[in-house]
């Protein structure tokens, strides 16, 4: 079955630099892969999400990028603020079903 | 609109008890996921609605776990005498999953506490 691995597990930035969270899967089957946000005590938030047809994806401060070849994908987070501080996991999905999370980074960004 | 819902949102129970968790999904969504989130680990999938059909539970972990969609609508989960390796947020999602949308949006959760 699928596998994703995620890092870092931490990460500190100041606020308006950048964050890069990478997660690499197994399954070549997979064709979907959300990046999800989770503060604490709350429930997890779609924040963007990136179909296999797709290299690269972009909303406003956040970016993903996937790599089908190499069985990696990447969130980006430009000019980082306080509100940005939480947990981020990735997923893959072979065939838009369940969701394979990784184990999460927790980012903290210094005022 | 209204976003999925779960109840209770607070669950204690003693060892050997039953419980039953609720998930009212996003009004049409056909599709419907039941996950457990340990603390401080990512979710991980339990079972997959396509409307009433259970049509993936690969991950219940046990016999003791049952989970139900009959109208297509409403789900519950149901963990029968529940052990201590049970505590954990349950978290239920909802995707269209029809089409070109297959987001899932999460629900608050409940919180399953074992004593």
């Known amino acids: 079955g699928e596998n994703v691995e995620q890092h870092p597990s931490t990460l500190s930035v100041q606020e308006g630099d950048s964050a890069v969270i990478k997660c690499t899967y197994s399954?070549?089957?997979?064709?979907?892969f959300p990046w999800y946000k989770q503060e604490l005590g709350k429930r997890p938030q779609l924040i963007i999400d990136?179909?296999?047809?797709?290299g690269e994806k972009k909303d406003q401060r956040i970016a993903v990028t996937l790599n089908k070849t190499a069985k990696h994908f990447s969130l980006h987070i430009t000019e980082t603020q306080p509100e940005d501080s939480a947990v981020y996991f990735c997923?893959?999905?072979?065939?838009?079903?369940?969701?394979?999370f990784g184990t999460g980074t927790r980012l903290l960004v210094s005022p | 609109g209204a976003g999925v819902s779960q109840s209770p949102r607070y669950k204690v129970a003693k060892r050997g008890q039953d419980v039953a968790l609720r998930c009212d999904p996003i009004s049409g969504h056909v599709s419907l996921f039941w996950y457990q989130q340990a603390l401080g680990q990512g979710p991980e999938f339990l079972t997959y609605f396509q409307n009433e059909a259970q049509l993936d539970k690969s991950g219940l972990p046990s016999d003791r776990f049952f989970a139900e969609r009959p109208e297509g609508s409403v789900s519950t989960l149901k963990i029968q005498r529940t052990q201590q390796e049970d505590s954990a947020v349950y978290l239920c999602a909802s995707s269209p999953g029809t089409g070109a949308s297959y987001e899932q949006y999460f629900g608050p959760g409940t919180r399953l506490t074992v004593t």
């Open positions: 990136i179909r296999s047809n797709v």
């Open positions: 399954d070549s089957a997979s064709n979907y």
């Open positions: 997923a893959a999905s072979p065939g838009f079903q369940k969701l394979v």
